[in-house]
Each structure stands twice: as C-alpha cells, then as structure tokens.
DNA sequence: CGTATGACGTGCA
DNA sequence: GTGCACGCCATAC
C-alpha cells in the first residue's frame, strides 16, 4: 500500500453519502492534482467494501467504471438519489 | 531503469 | 453531441 493510494482510499472514505467526487478532485485532495489516472488505477485495484468508490465519478459526468460493473454503479448512485 | 497499462481529462475533427 | 488522439501519474513487470 503506497502512501498516496492510502491517502486516496482516505480521501474516497469521506466523501459524504449522496455526493460525489470527481477523480480530479480526489487526486487533488490526495495531494497529486495531476495524479487523477492513477486514482482510477489505484481505485480499480482496491476491492475494499469499506470504500465508497461508487461515488467518485468523472468531471463530466460520466459515473466511469467499476471493479463490480459499471452498471452496478450506476445502480448505486441512482439510490443515493445523485443519478435520476 | 524502461516499457506497458488504466475506474481519466482535455482538445479537436 | 459523439468519437479519436495525446498527455499525465502511479504501479506492475
């Protein structure tokens, strides 16, 4: 576990229920504002429950993907009511 | 150490 | 609005 991931698993463990974090924003909050494709490979590696990486989503919009299927993400963020 | 990869971001056609 | 190419950073090999 390298310090970065962990302050990025950090930082994605408090994002507030109902919200969302770009992965901009995360890399930006973990200290490496320019490290956002890393917070992705970082986040795609992690299988930790524990983090809400369902709600880091990219800067356009887009929910991205995720390590149990995008569309489960989706399904998610449509239940903290972020998505219609 | 150098190359390849990826849940990205921005710019341009 | 959509799709493609290039650039960026941390990890893995």
Redesign the pocket.
């Known amino acids: 576990m390298?310090?970065?991931?962990k302050t990025v698993y950090e930082v994605v463990r408090k994002i507030p229920k109902g919200q969302t974090r770009?992965?901009?924003q995360v890399a930006s909050a973990a200290g490496?504002p320019?490290?956002?494709?890393?917070?992705?490979?970082?986040?795609?590696?992690?299988f930790d429950p524990a983090?809400p990486?369902?709600r880091?989503i990219?800067?356009?919009g887009?929910t991205?993907?995720?390590?149990r299927g995008a569309t489960k993400?989706k399904e998610r963020l449509r239940k903290e009511g972020v998505l219609s």
């Not at 390298?2 to 991931?5: K, L, S, Y």
């Not at 320019?34 to 992690?46: D, E, M, T």
């Not at 991205?64 to 390590?67: A, E």
């Open positions: 390298t310090p970065f991931a770009t992965y901009k490496r320019g490290a956002y494709r890393a917070v992705g490979n970082i986040l795609n590696k992690n983090i990486c369902h880091v990219r800067s356009d887009s991205g993907g995720y390590n993400k």
